[in-house]
């Protein structure tokens, strides 16, 4: 359900604006109302925005700075996440903030320097040695390539070289390099190449050394790579130079584990102080950013919001007591569809439910003052996964992977969502497997004799209960029973889709929207005339009066949906005889799940059949085709259970909300 | 009509049913999977929108499946 909130107004003396902010910020229940817009159009002059002092904007931008700095730190100090003790974190977050803004500065920046004298220099000493490795590393089989060309230049007298990089792609460019250098070295020139890997080609220019500087020019100027070796080994002969970045390659590893030693032990003494600093400084600077948002007289300031209900008493309680008579809170009332349609929502669901506002993860929150369906997704995802899936197997693997994910992944609260979902869309799989006898396909009820193969080739169910001319049966075979089920998929469309009109009409009636009623009303009639009307495919041997029932319900449904939403009413009323159709999907979709189960154990069978060898591969393509199946079993109907809501049933009614409820709070050093 | 010509003519009106709505399908799927990639990249927020969004167009398949189903349903009142 969606949690009761109160509109309040907070007015209070402009001296103790500040300090009330923090207050405000300290309960951390206000949901700001940005009061720009408002004051905007206001005809009066006499409110306006309220401003920092300029006091407080210095603080602002060194709060800035400070926050810049923390974080660049704790990006090169990389903390590990599974390290983190909240406790002393929350401990150093106490120590660091104060109301003061230039007390916790100054502490702040005391802090940081003193974790800078102990980082500063192995920080910058890794990111030198690893940008040195990754320059030698890219040198040295370069090198090693162009080494012996240059050996052969070295023995050629008045001749001088340069090496280049080229990509292997742009190899054609040394012709023109080789024309254009031998027209400015009278053909006293020449270059020789060799592949370095996949994607470069170094290439040595060879030329008499009275043109060096025409060819250096000439090359500046053709933005072609050259290897320019850093400048301690630029002057040694290239073997020599070789052979030491060989060495600084194997060294450099050395060198960077030793550093790394130093600063994990100091990321382990910091990284607590480091991120406490971080949330102190971020909850300072939201209460700073905030201050925009409120408005402000000669005399007073405004601040606006909403809270829940439950909140407003210890909101008032805390202002009171620490400003007296210095500030007042007024509850407005929210009754108004544009202060509903304004008001930010939050939802207030039993443990079970809350797992199924994943939900709103690819939708809105619904819109304050109406139904919140979560409690419909709740029970109706799972039954249609179920339903689908249909399979103990696929049941039990689903069930327990989310189990796992549930378990293991508690602190990660989408992760944890999915988890629930999942187990329960699995336990559903399994209920309904055991409804349509299926254990990885067909092969529970062929190895118990229920499922055999006529001598024409076809697949003969052996009920336990009834026949497949009775509904009443068991196993309720999928593939036997499709007309059947293609008829319980329709009931469960018409009430599926029913629950969703019902809240559409408890909202128009929310709303003293009688055409919103009447529209929904008729297209309830249309859907259950629909379901009576085509009843006797089912039943024949009831009357045919049921039939003419039907019919009738459907026109009166469609003159009510006319009547209260115009020939717009006719057409939904007639658009939701196709939704429900669309149901059909729930039959559909298992069905050809099943197929592909049979087709795999089909196949693992005639595999099994051919000796030792055989039965390997049967295992294999059993494993392999019932994998594939249990994905695209997982990923397909949960796409189409979540289609069947938002579309199909969530589409009647659902007006998603503007705003989620985000309070102005402190991260108290917990983040 | 021979029970062979009826038997071919109920399989091949199942492979219309299936195929024709598995092509529009397809056709959809592509438009709205290639306009949902253009809208993720600008908004990766926006995933789950577009899942939903390239399944909309598979009841049309899904149905033809279902008309499929009940066609070869028919074989066997074939006289």
């Known amino acids: 359900m969606i949690q009761r909130m109160a509109k309040v107004e907070i007015l209070g003396l402009k001296d103790i604006a500040i300090d009330a902010i923090d207050v405000i910020h300290d309960q951390g229940t206000l949901h700001i109302e940005d009061l720009t817009e408002r004051i905007g159009k206001m005809e009066s002059k006499r409110v306006s925005r309220m401003e920092m002092d300029e006091k407080y904007a210095e603080h602002e931008v060194k709060l800035r700075m400070l926050r810049d700095k923390v974080g660049q730190m704790i990006r090169e100090l990389n903390p590990p996440e599974d390290h983190l003790d909240k406790a002393e974190i929350q401990k150093a977050y106490s120590d660091l903030y104060s109301e003061d803004v230039e007390l916790m500065t100054a502490r702040i920046e005391k802090s940081l320097e003193e974790i800078e004298r102990e980082t500063r220099e192995p920080v910058e000493k890794k990111n030198d040695l690893q940008v040195e490795l990754s320059r030698l590393e890219k040198y040295s089989p370069i090198m090693a390539k162009v080494q012996p060309l240059t050996e052969r230049v070295a023995r050629m007298e008045n001749m001088s070289s340069i090496a280049l990089i080229i990509e292997r792609k742009y190899k054609v460019i040394l012709n023109y390099l080789n024309e254009e250098i031998s027209k400015i070295t009278d053909g006293e020139c020449e270059i020789i190449s060799a592949d370095v890997d996949e994607e470069s080609t170094a290439a040595l220019v060879v030329f008499n050394r009275r043109y060096l500087k025409q060819v250096h020019d000439f090359l500046a100027v053709q933005d072609v790579n050259q290897v320019r070796l850093p400048s301690d080994l630029a002057r040694k002969p290239i073997d020599e130079a070789l052979e030491e970045v060989k060495i600084r390659i194997n060294e450099i590893p050395k060198e960077l584990e030793r550093i790394d030693v130093s600063l994990q032990q100091a990321t382990a003494k910091y990284t607590n102080k480091l991120l406490a600093i971080r949330n102190t400084i971020h909850d300072r600077m939201e209460s700073m950013e905030a201050v925009p948002k409120f408005g402000q007289t000669d005399q007073v300031f405004i601040i606006s919001g909403w809270l829940p209900e439950e909140s407003v008493k210890p909101m008032e309680k805390a202002l009171y007591d620490k400003f007296g008579n210095k500030i007042i809170l007024t509850v407005t009332d929210i009754h108004e569809e544009s202060d509903e349609e304004e008001t930010p929502v939050v939802l207030k669901n039993n443990p079970f439910v809350r797992y199924f506002e994943i939900i709103y993860l690819i939708s809105n929150y619904p819109r304050y003052g109406n139904v919140d369906p979560t409690i419909v997704f709740a029970i109706f995802f799972p039954i249609f996964f179920g339903l689908m899936v249909g399979d103990i197997g696929y049941g039990l693997i689903i069930a327990v992977a989310g189990f796992i994910v549930y378990k293991k992944m508690s602190d990660k609260p989408l992760a944890s969502m999915a988890g629930f979902v999942m187990t329960v869309g699995g336990v559903w799989a399994m209920i309904f497997g055991a409804v349509y006898l299926e254990f990885f396909g067909d092969w529970i009820g062929r190895w118990s004799g229920i499922i055999t193969t006529n001598a024409e080739g076809e697949d003969v169910v052996h009920y336990l209960i009834g026949s497949s001319k009775t509904i009443i049966r068991y196993p309720m075979d999928r593939l036997d029973g499709f007309t059947l089920f293609l008829g319980i998929c329709i009931i469960i469309g018409v009430v599926h889709m029913t629950v969703g009109l019902i809240i559409g009409m408890i909202n128009g009636r929310h709303e003293k929207n009688t055409k919103h009623i009447l529209e929904k009303g008729g297209m309830v009639l249309v859907l259950w005339g629909l379901l009576l009307a085509i009843s006797r495919f089912g039943f024949p041997h009831w009357p045919k009066a049921v039939t003419f029932i039907g019919a009738l319900m459907i026109v009166a449904g469609i003159v009510i949906g006319i009547a209260g939403a115009g020939m717009g009413g006719a057409v939904e009323s007639i658009v939701s005889i196709g939704n429900v159709f669309s149901y059909a999907r729930l039959i559909a979709i298992g069905l050809a799940s099943v197929i592909m189960a049979k087709a795999a154990n089909d196949l693992a069978k005639e595999a099994g059949k051919g000796g030792v060898f055989g039965v390997i591969i049967g295992i294999i393509v059993f494993i392999l085709l019932h994998g594939l199946n249990l994905v695209i079993g997982v990923f397909s109907p949960s796409i189409h259970a979540l289609r069947l809501h938002l579309v199909e049933s969530f589409g009647k009614f659902f007006e998603p909300a503007k705003y989620k409820y985000e309070p102005f709070k402190k991260t108290g050093g917990e983040q | ?79």
Not at chain 2, 15 to 24: G, K, M, R, V
Not at chain 2, 28 to 38: F, H, P, S, T
């Open chain 2, 1 to 79: 009509m021979g029970v062979a010509v009826k038997t071919g003519l109920i399989a091949i009106s199942a492979a219309l049913a299936i195929s024709i709505p598995a092509l529009a399908t397809a056709i959809a799927q592509g438009r709205i999977g290639a306009a949902m990639a253009g809208a993720i990249a600008e908004r990766p927020e926006l995933v789950g929108t577009a899942i939903i969004l390239v399944a909309i167009p598979e009841t049309m398949v899904i149905l033809g499946l279902v008309i499929a189903f009940i066609i070869t349903g028919l074989k066997t009142t074939v006289k």
